[in-house]
């Protein structure tokens, strides 16, 4: 049929009278797209508007009829074909009182372009022409555009705060499981620290050390997993502060050489004497990175050395850059591992390294925390040979004194941590309330603080905490941040709230297991006085006992007592006053050393019945040039001298000891007299001193 032809019988007959071109030229006229196409296998078009030919980028309908060929089927994309031939033939059959569809498809335009189109179909029979389909057809490419858009940028928004709250989630259980895990551990290394300074059992001691051991590692894993989260979770800050170079040397040194040493691993430092000592970055951070590579070091390696080297790259004004490298003799990396290395829970060489403790997260964590300062860890590794781990780094110069030439390995500790001593101290007229829900918690901190003789209260709850300072006068509190019912924050506002004059003049010291997520800060914030992280440490704790009491209630000393003070006190105040005043002994060493006043006077007793025998062993012996029988019995009394608290004596006869083993004449001859009037004047004192002791 001729085609012309065809379409004007086609227009003439869909109207059946004259009003056809009237049809025809409002169906010309629609904005959109519309065609009607026989519902037979060959889906021949019977009339198509120009809106339609443009869609598919025709000017002409000659130029449509050449693309598609006349057909439906033409005119869609052929993969989308079936598909919504399907979805049209499924819907007229359920849709058979309206014989409606509605399907979107893809079309192919003249210039070879693809669009997409919607399709809302309605079936009819047409009398003259039987079964057809009437199109409207529009393009929705655009919209359609804009719709995929705001579909994808609500699943977005939906996957983020699906992957926000499961972060959260994830910090949040990681921060209870801190806490879970850290409580009871806690407890068993606070109760294992009683153990290692009460028992005298080398085997118990041996035992608990083992305990000990454990227990620090599994701590240490669990601060590991806990940085790692709070990294991803994005809530790891730097903490830049001041801090000096060599001391935190000193540190690393002091951390990593038992491990090397027990490996009889040689420990190289390296370090430019020109770089300024005093610097601003994250002091603890850097410590945390230059630890773990080091311990990695001495981990893996198992004859040869280990080098630390700091050099300067770079000075400028006021900042330094410095180049930091790890190198070890150890047993390196293999070369197709490497890309692994720095993956989280990735452990390479496993069959090699199964023994070998660890996560295989320290160096994700330590390649991010560099990250977080601006750096990269860079890595070269010859396997069987040895690994070399290096970085740089950029700090604040806080003074221009340079670091100078320090030998590490005869550092004073004490002195690099910036002259500060262990604590000891003892405050017996110091009172102070612990507060924690962990009953164990508050027995082993109770016990750990027995030496100091601080009396001590305990509560259980914020409730209970909040009763006790209204009826009691503290000079320091110890507050548990998390506890069921008020948390210690509640807990501190309350007091605030309830009794401000006196909170105002106490300090309270927050204690918190958990460590996500900026405590200290939120510890500070809420109007601590200080912050200290459980496990609690003795060491930390007296330390702070010790900065925050009245210092008129404290007496700081040079080493710990053995005895708890309270006892001691009670003691001490039965001393014989003839002992007090001898210059030739102190009791208190004593007693310390024989356990208590009653059997140091026990002591005293077979020491003082002896002293006349034995000085005239001494003399004999001396006389008879026996110099063997003359060290033999001065090591003797030297030995007893101990146990009655006489360093005096107790020297005096070591000196006398060495010289006989020298068979050194000259000096026995002058010492010797005088030695042995003093020693034969304790023989007195202590008469007086039994006596006395006795008539009490
Ligand atoms: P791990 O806790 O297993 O030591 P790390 O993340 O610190 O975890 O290290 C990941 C892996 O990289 C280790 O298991 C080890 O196989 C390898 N590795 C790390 N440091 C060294 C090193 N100095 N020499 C050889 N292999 C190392």
Redesign the pocket.
């Known amino acids: 049929m001729n085609e012309e032809h065809a379409d004007r019988e086609f227009a003439e007959d869909l109207s059946g009278e004259k009003k056809l071109p009237a049809i025809e030229w409002l169906a010309e006229q629609m904005p959109g797209g519309f065609f009607i196409y026989r519902d037979d296998e060959e889906q021949e078009i019977l009339y198509v508007n120009k809106p339609t030919c443009r869609i598919f980028g025709c000017e002409t309908l000659e130029e449509f009829k050449k693309l598609t060929g006349y057909t439906f089927r033409g005119m869609v994309h052929p993969d989308d074909f079936l598909e919504i031939q399907n979805s049209i033939d499924k819907q007229i059959a359920e849709d058979s009182a309206h014989k409606m569809d509605y399907v979107e498809y893809r079309i192919i335009r003249k210039d070879g372009s693809i669009r997409w189109v919607d399709d809302y179909g309605h079936h009819a029979n047409l009398p003259g022409f039987g079964d057809v389909y009437y199109v409207f057809i529009g393009d929705i490419t655009d919209t359609r555009k804009v719709k995929e858009e705001q579909q994808r940028n609500k699943m977005l928004a939906q996957a983020l705060e699906a992957a926000e709250q499961a972060s959260l989630a994830k910090t949040s259980f990681l921060s209870n499981m801190s806490h879970e895990i850290r409580t009871p551990i806690t407890a068993i290394l606070g109760m294992n620290e009683m153990i290692l300074r009460e028992s005298v059992n080398p085997k118990i001691l041996e035992y608990s050390e083992n305990i000990r051991q454990a227990g620090v590692s599994l701590l240490g894993i669990i601060s590991?997993i806990l940085d790692f989260s709070k990294i991803e979770a994005g809530k790891m800050e730097l903490t830049p502060v001041k801090y000096s170079l060599k001391k935190q040397i000193a540190d690393i040194y002091n951390l990593i050489r038992f491990r090397a040493e027990a490996k009889a691993l040689s420990l190289d430092f390296s370090i430019d004497p020109n770089i300024p000592d005093l610097l601003i970055g994250d002091e603890l951070r850097i410590k945390q990175v230059v630890t773990?590579?080091m311990?990695?070091?001495v981990?893996?390696?198992e004859k040869g050395s280990i080098c630390l080297k700091v050099s300067m790259l770079k000075k400028e004004e006021d900042v330094v850059e410095l180049k930091i490298t790890?190198e070890?003799t150890?047993?390196?990396?293999r070369k197709e591992?490497m890309d692994?290395?720095?993956s989280?829970f990735?452990?390479?060489?496993?069959s090699r390294?199964r023994s070998?403790?660890?996560?295989?997260?320290?160096?994700?964590?330590?390649a991010q925390l560099l990250s977080l300062m601006g750096s990269e860890l860079e890595v070269e590794?010859e396997y069987q040979v040895?690994?070399k781990?290096n970085f740089t780094l950029r700090q604040k110069i806080a003074d221009e004194t340079p670091i100078g030439e320090f030998d590490i390995y005869s550092i004073d500790l004490k002195k690099a941590d910036g002259g500060k001593k262990r604590t000891f101290f003892v405050a017996p007229g110091a009172r102070i309330l612990v507060v924690d829900d962990t009953p164990m918690n508050l027995q082993v901190i109770a016990g750990l603080l027995k030496r100091t003789g601080v009396s001590i209260d305990t509560a259980e709850s914020g409730e209970e905490c909040i009763e006790k300072f209204g009826e009691n006068d503290y000079h320091l509190v110890f507050l548990d941040y998390r506890m069921p019912g008020l948390d210690g924050i509640e807990t501190l506002k309350e007091l605030f709230k309830r009794f401000p004059d006196k909170i105002k003049n106490t300090p309270v010291i927050s204690l918190t297991a958990s460590a996500v997520s900026g405590d200290r800060e939120k510890m500070l914030q809420a109007g601590f006085t200080d912050y200290m992280a459980k496990p609690v440490n003795i060491e930390e704790m007296e330390e702070k006992m010790a900065r925050y009491l009245p210092e008129e209630l404290t007496d700081l000393l040079e080493s710990p007592l053995e005895t708890p003070v309270a006892e001691i006190l009670e003691e001490y105040a039965e001393i014989p006053e003839v002992l007090i005043n001898s210059k030739l002994i102190n009791p208190k060493d004593g007693i310390e050393y024989c356990g208590d006043l009653e059997e140091y006077i026990f002591a005293i007793n077979i020491y003082k019945n002896s002293i006349e025998e034995k000085a005239k062993l001494l003399e004999k012996n001396f006389s008879e040039k026996d110099m063997a029988a003359f060290t033999l019995n001065s090591h003797s009394l030297k030995s007893t001298s101990m146990a009655i608290g006489s360093s005096n004596i107790f020297e005096r006869a070591r000196a006398l000891e060495e010289a006989g083993k020298e068979e050194n004449y000259d000096y026995i001859y002058k010492v010797l007299p005088g030695f042995l009037r003093d020693y034969r004047s304790l023989k007195e004192i202590l008469d007086k001193a039994v006596y006395e002791f006795e008539k009490n």
């Open positions: 590991d773990n590579l311990s990695n070091a981990k893996y390696t790890i070890d150890g047993i390196g990396i591992e692994e290395l720095l989280p990735e452990r390479l060489d496993i390294n070998i403790e660890g996560t295989g997260l320290g160096l994700a964590i330590t590794s040895g690994s781990f």
